[in-house]
């Protein structure tokens, strides 16, 4: 869903056309009709003018949705079965614990070394028992960067299980030399904003990494004991532990299977909101498909509880039947609408109109955008099996920008009709036009200070109405930037 107010999306755009098309003739429509029509249009207009200062002053159902999610972020260890701890809310990521005989085992680190000492701390709460194995559920930093804490702790150096190979993301990035990357993922996870400006992650509380720190590359721990596909069986402390090869959030993600006390530790491949099916931080495509095979693979396990990569865990067996069930429906009926769309011929902008949540899982509080968004999972699935040309030949070749500008610019009248109906359009609460006629402004005069700030308006505008987190971070980011004087 884009940010509210831009009424595109067909839960309030599809559906509202067909009814529109199934109107009455318009032929037959009475000057009566019309009369009345225009006098409750003038009458809504005026209620709305009274009442916009109001609105302006609230927060919009988004801001106030992302806003109450904090409370579900807040540090918290969860006891899940008898053997099973879950620290949520002390790192980005969660960090758990499976107590056996001799020794625990640690799914996943936290983010910095420490939030995992701030979890151990907790954990030794329950036992004093060494840290005997760390499981890695996949090699993003948020949950590797914290192990050289537990390793410190452990008396003997722990084994470390994780697949190979381990992070193939981060290690693209590296030998390919791209590191935009760190700056766009400082814009998506807010880390370049001033404290008041953040609400939180959408997974995760709102947590700044150092300066020269890319989290979401990482430093992770050279994994000891690694494997590629299928299963693996290991025990260790005592505990007989089931690793699976699980494609989904990334290619090198692993569920953890605890058949004793049923639990299953889904990794990044769910936690409660809709997934970063595509992170805007830019990543290569995340195999939908094989996500939502990874997501049936739990299934199959018929876990009593779920223990997720981020925010708090699913317990006893109905719900956790419920949730995995209606998280992979979704995600399989985004997956197969889109690609009905593209066999249609479809482009990305259009496939966005197209594709929605069935009724009965929109409003599901696991299932909303607080971190993903479902529109850049469309557009990640069609450029994942198409590449990035939308198959309509004007975009093989489109104008350069000052070109399009140019011409823009004469349509509009002049530069100074364009500078004006980008202003009108921020009065009028149409912030996603606004920045694009900036955008067309900017094109020929990228340091105009005025236009800058006019867009940083509208991006700020766009950012109050979006629930999904890294998409407002990242409009709140570039606002900052567009604000500061540029030479
Ligand atoms: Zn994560």
Same mark, same amino acid.
């Given at each position: 869903?884009?940010?509210?107010?831009?009424?595109?999306? $067909?839960?309030?755009?599809?559906?509202?056309?067909?009814?529109?098309?199934?109107?009455?003739?318009?032929?037959?429509?009475?000057?009566?009709?019309?009369?009345?029509?225009?006098?409750?249009?003038?009458?809504?207009?005026?209620?709305?003018?009274?009442?916009?200062?109001?609105?302006?002053?609230?927060?919009? &159902?988004?801001?106030?949705?992302?806003?109450?999610?904090?409370?579900?972020?807040?540090?918290?260890?969860?006891?899940?079965?008898?053997?099973?701890?879950?620290?949520?809310?002390?790192?980005?990521?969660?960090?758990?614990?499976?107590?056996?005989?001799?020794?625990?085992?640690?799914?996943?680190?936290?983010?910095?070394?420490?939030?995992?000492?701030?979890?151990?701390?907790?954990?030794?709460?329950?036992?004093?028992?060494?840290?005997?194995?760390?499981?890695?559920?996949?090699?993003?930093?948020?949950?590797?960067?914290?192990?050289?804490?537990?390793?410190?702790?452990?008396?003997?150096?722990?084994?470390?299980?994780?697949?190979?190979?381990?992070?193939?993301?981060?290690?693209?990035?590296?030998?390919?030399?791209?590191?935009?990357?760190?700056?766009?993922?400082?814009? &998506?996870?807010?880390?370049?904003?001033?404290?008041?400006?953040?609400?939180?992650?959408?997974?995760?509380?709102?947590?700044?990494?150092?300066?020269?720190?890319?989290?979401?590359?990482?430093?992770?721990?050279?994994?000891?004991?690694?494997?590629?596909?299928?299963?693996?069986?290991?025990?260790?402390?005592?505990?007989?532990?089931?690793?699976?090869?699980?494609?989904?959030?990334? $290619?090198?993600?692993?569920?953890?299977?605890?058949?004793?006390?049923?639990?299953?530790?889904?990794?990044?491949?769910?936690? &409660?909101?809709?997934?970063?099916?595509?992170?805007?931080?830019?990543?290569?495509?995340?195999?939908?498909?094989?996500?939502?095979?990874?997501?049936?693979?739990?299934?199959?396990?018929?876990?009593?509880?779920?223990?997720?990569?981020?925010?708090?865990?699913?317990?006893?067996?109905?719900?956790?039947?419920?949730?995995?069930?209606?998280?992979?429906?979704?995600?399989?009926?985004?997956?197969?609408?889109?690609?009905?769309?593209?066999?249609?011929?479809?482009?990305?902008?259009?496939?966005?109109?197209?594709?929605?949540?069935?009724?009965?899982?929109?409003?599901?509080?696991?299932?909303?955008?607080?971190?993903?968004?479902?529109?850049?999972?469309?557009?990640?699935?069609?450029?994942?099996?198409?590449?990035?040309?939308?198959?309509?030949?004007?975009?093989?070749?489109?104008?350069?920008?000052?070109?399009?500008?140019?011409?823009?610019?004469?349509?509009?009248?002049?530069?100074?009709?364009?500078?004006?109906?980008?202003?009108?359009?921020?009065?009028?609460?149409?912030? &996603?036009?606004?920045?694009?006629?900036?955008?067309?402004?900017?094109?020929?005069?990228?340091?105009?200070?005025?236009?800058?700030?006019?867009?940083?308006?509208?991006?700020?505008?766009?950012?109050?109405?979006?629930?999904?987190?890294?998409?407002?971070?990242?409009?709140?980011?570039? $606002?900052?930037?567009?604000?500061?004087?540029?030479?």
């Amino acid at each position: 869903m884009p940010p509210e107010g831009r009424k595109r999306r $067909a839960s309030y755009g599809l559906h509202t056309q067909k009814r529109i098309r199934k109107t009455p003739d318009p032929t037959k429509t009475t000057n009566i009709n019309m009369k009345a029509t225009r006098q409750t249009m003038q009458a809504l207009a005026l209620a709305w003018a009274c009442l916009a200062p109001l609105t302006y002053a609230e927060d919009s &159902q988004a801001t106030k949705l992302l806003k109450k999610r904090s409370e579900h972020l807040k540090p918290l260890v969860t006891k899940v079965s008898p053997s099973v701890y879950v620290a949520s809310g002390y790192s980005p990521a969660n960090i758990s614990m499976i107590v056996g005989t001799d020794g625990v085992v640690i799914v996943d680190t936290g983010t910095f070394p420490d939030h995992a000492k701030a979890v151990l701390k907790e954990f030794r709460k329950v036992t004093d028992l060494p840290v005997k194995a760390i499981i890695l559920t996949h090699g993003h930093g948020d949950h590797t960067g914290g192990a050289s804490a537990l390793v410190e702790d452990a008396k003997a150096q722990p084994a470390i299980y994780a697949r190979t190979p381990f992070n193939p993301e981060g290690a693209m990035f590296v030998a390919g030399g791209v590191q935009i990357n760190g700056l766009r993922g400082a814009r &998506q996870g807010g880390f370049l904003l001033p404290p008041d400006k953040r609400i939180n992650n959408g997974i995760a509380p709102a947590v700044n990494p150092p300066q020269d720190q890319n989290i979401f590359i990482g430093r992770p721990p050279r994994p000891t004991d690694t494997f590629r596909d299928g299963r693996k069986k290991i025990s260790v402390a005592g505990l007989d532990i089931e690793l699976v090869a699980a494609p989904g959030e990334s $290619a090198d993600q692993l569920y953890v299977w605890f058949p004793r006390e049923r639990v299953v530790f889904t990794g990044d491949n769910f936690y &409660q909101s809709w997934p970063n099916l595509y992170a805007i931080r830019g990543t290569g495509y995340r195999d939908v498909k094989e996500w939502i095979g990874s997501l049936e693979a739990m299934i199959n396990e018929k876990p009593a509880h779920a223990v997720p990569g981020h925010t708090q865990p699913i317990v006893g067996e109905r719900r956790t039947t419920e949730v995995l069930n209606n998280y992979r429906d979704a995600i399989k009926h985004v997956f197969d609408k889109t690609i009905e769309g593209i066999n249609k011929g479809m482009t990305p902008d259009e496939l966005v109109e197209y594709v929605e949540l069935p009724e009965r899982l929109r409003d599901l509080d696991y299932l909303r955008e607080y971190y993903g968004n479902i529109e850049w999972g469309v557009r990640a699935i069609f450029t994942g099996y198409l590449g990035w040309f939308d198959g309509n030949p004007t975009h093989l070749f489109s104008l350069p920008p000052a070109e399009e500008a140019k011409r823009m610019v004469k349509l509009a009248g002049g530069e100074p009709a364009l500078r004006a109906a980008a202003a009108r359009a921020l009065k009028e609460d149409d912030a &996603q036009w606004c920045a694009e006629l900036c955008d067309q402004l900017l094109a020929l005069k990228p340091g105009d200070q005025e236009i800058r700030t006019l867009k940083a308006e509208a991006l700020e505008a766009l950012a109050g109405k979006l629930i999904t987190a890294t998409g407002r971070n990242y409009y709140l980011t570039v $606002a900052q930037e567009l604000r500061k004087i540029s030479k």
